[in-house]
């Protein structure tokens, strides 16, 4: 069971677009609807933000959103906010009752 | 709305055995997947397993060998035990209700292994 691939970090202005990147294999990401994905403010507890791909929990802006392509899932932050400098973390069930993170993405503000 | 709280030891030597306790207030933990999740300083977050309140288990293989994760529906707990512990295991432990997505989470406990 190895760790999906996320980019170690991604940066964008206030009011811009990013998109984080999430590569599983057709074992996990690729083979489940099932990928989330949390922001982590540090010292805080993670917080989930998509799950099943592409769903929002109540209260979670709709500026984020999730999709997937194959074995590759991600996250897409519209409309940068300070506020949204945070890590990062994609999951995917991985079969077998087993989960699996990434290696999560640090995501700077400029 | 359900809030979980993590307890047990935070400080351990190396090959003691790490048990934590996770209590889950404002809901049951009945009909649901309960998980341990790990974050050591300054690294990523690691799933260790999962227990549904039936007592069914799964969990990392990476952990396989050295974790128990067990269920109490009466006192809505839910506990881990890790053994032979290293310096590696040195990490905050969350707890967790596991769905389609892990939410609530605990606020997290550290555990240091040091001799």
């Known amino acids: 069971q190895s760790a999906l691939t996320q980019p170690a970090s991604v940066s964008g202005s206030p009011g811009q677009s990013i998109t984080i990147s999430c590569t599983g294999t057709?074992?996990?990401?690729?083979?489940?609807?099932?990928v989330s994905w949390c922001q982590q403010h540090p010292g805080r507890a993670p917080k989930l933000i998509i799950y099943e791909g592409t769903k929002r929990p109540s209260g979670i802006s709709t500026r984020f959103s999730g999709s997937k392509s194959g074995n590759t899932a991600s996250l897409t932050i519209s409309g940068l906010q300070a506020d949204d400098e945070a890590d990062y973390y994609c999951y995917s069930y991985a079969g077998s009752g087993t989960w699996v993170f990434g290696g999560g993405t640090k995501l700077t503000v400029l | 709305q359900v809030q979980l709280q993590e307890s047990g030891p935070r400080l351990l030597k190396p090959s003691e055995t790490l048990s934590l306790t996770c209590t889950v207030s404002g809901g049951s933990v009945i009909t649901y997947y309960w998980s341990w999740v790990r974050q050591p300083a300054g690294q990523g977050l690691e799933w260790i397993g999962r227990?549904?309140?039936?007592?069914?288990?799964n969990y990392n293989p990476s952990f396989k060998s050295r974790i128990t994760m067990s269920i109490d529906t009466s006192e809505n707990q839910f506990s881990l035990k890790l053994t032979s512990v290293t310096a590696a295991d040195t990490a905050v432990y969350y707890c967790?209700?596991?769905?389609?997505?892990?939410?609530?989470w605990g606020q997290g406990t550290l555990v240091t292994v040091s001799s």
């Open positions: 967790a209700r596991l769905s389609t997505g892990i939410q609530p």
């Open positions: 227990i549904y309140s039936s007592g069914v288990t």
């Open positions: 057709s074992s996990d990401v690729g083979s489940y609807s099932l």
